[in-house]
T-cell receptor
Framework: GQQVMQIPQYQHVQEGEDFTTYCNSS?????IQWYKQRPGGHPVFLIQ?????EVKKQKRLTFQFGEAKKNSSLHITATQTTDVGTYFC?????????FGKGTMLLVSP | NAGVTQTPKFQVLKTGQSMTLQCAQD?????MSWYRQDPGMGLRLIHY???????DQGEVPNGYNVSRSTTEDFPLRLLSAAPSQTSVYFC?????????????FGQGTRLTVV
């Protein structure tokens, strides 16, 4: 079945540093989604990418979808303490989403 | 607008007991899914449904049953609870369009089996 790998598992940064998490799929994806989960909370949708090579920005967050539609990245510029949480990518198949294991981000002030 | 509602929020079961986790959505979404989340394992799909009367197995279906008699409700049944089913369970719903598969998650049910 479809597998989605995400790296790193964990990253601890100082406030103001940049952060990137990477997602790779074993198969071509119809779309990829990114979610954020705060500690003790539930996953919350951030964005969906559908087109090959697509780049989308949300304030300090930049999302990319690879040309082959098998990889994606999330980059946060100048992290803030409010960015703390676990970021998941999820590959869209025909009927289901396959989630990566997530990257836990800690930000020290 | 309630979104996705899960009950209960917390539950402690004894090994061998059965119970049903409830999930309801009020967004008229076709797709609904159940995930379990364990430390370091991400979100693993248990069962899913693409519409009323249609269900299918996900990655980790053993020990769980589902049914979907209405668009709104998608209960998850634990047949005979085991300690390995201690986890946080999330229900999610979405539209069926590939161009709009944004998933809305419930608040989760934290289940402990002793």
């Amino acid at each position: 079945g479809q597998q989605v790998m995400q790296i790193p598992q964990y990253q601890h940064v100082q406030e103001g540093e940049d952060f990137t998490t990477y997602c790779n799929s074993s198969t071509t994806l119809s779309n990829i989604q990114w979610y954020k989960q705060r500690p003790g909370g539930h996953p919350v949708f951030l964005i969906q990418l559908v087109k090959s090579g697509e780049v989308k920005k949300q304030k300090r967050l930049t999302f990319q979808f690879g040309e082959a539609k098998k990889n994606s990245s999330l980059h946060i510029t100048a992290t803030q303490t409010t960015d703390v949480g676990t970021y998941f990518c999820a590959g869209g198949g025909y009927s289901t989403l396959t989630f990566g294991k997530g990257t836990m981000l800690l930000v020290s002030p | 607008n309630a979104g996705v509602t899960q009950t209960p929020k917390f539950q402690v079961l004894k090994t061998g007991q059965s119970m049903t986790l409830q999930c309801a959505q009020d967004m008229n979404h076709e797709y609904m899914s159940w995930y379990r989340q364990d430390p370091g394992m991400g979100l693993r799909l248990i069962h899913y449904s693409v519409g009323a009367g249609i269900t299918d197995q996900g990655e980790v279906p053993n020990g769980y049953n589902v049914s979907r008699s209405t668009t709104e409700d998608f209960p998850l049944r634990l047949l005979s609870a085991a300690p390995s089913q201690t986890s946080v369970y999330f229900c999610a719903s979405s539209y069926g369009l590939v161009s709009d598969r944004k998933a809305f998650f419930g608040q989760g049910t934290r289940l402990t089996v002793v």
